[in-house]
């Protein structure tokens, strides 16, 4: 009787061990419940940042297609970016705390540089 309570002691523990490994390994393993919530967590923010890229590759399409073919938005930035002006345009640019501001003015033609005009 005994040896069979010891017995049954034996293999209570053994699956008990093998059941407790088991576990860990589903949990802490490669393959397990451990890895699977980081992969989870790493796919949502590659796809969050896909998303960003994506939005973003379309802004730059957009500005693309503009710079073919959109003189008005070429000016825009040609006078934004670089401070251009037409024939007739006076630049006139400001600092103001370290940065530069620029204005424009519209001279008629003829009018620059005469008696009179503005500078």
Known sequence: MRKRARIRSLLSFALFA????????????DHGLLQ?????????RMDMENEGLRKENEV???????????????????REKLGMARKDE??????????????TTVLPLGRVGQPGSAP
């Open 60 to 78: 730059l399409r957009v500005e693309i297609e503009a710079l073919k073919s959109d003189m008005r938005y070429i000016e825009r930035l040609a």
């Open 36 to 44: 699977a919530y980081r992969l989870r967590t790493e796919l949502l």
């Open 90 to 103: 006076l630049v006139f640019m400001f600092e103001r705390n370290g940065k530069h501001m620029t204005s």
């Open 18 to 29: 093998i059941f407790s490994i088991s576990l860990l390994w589903l949990i802490f393993g």
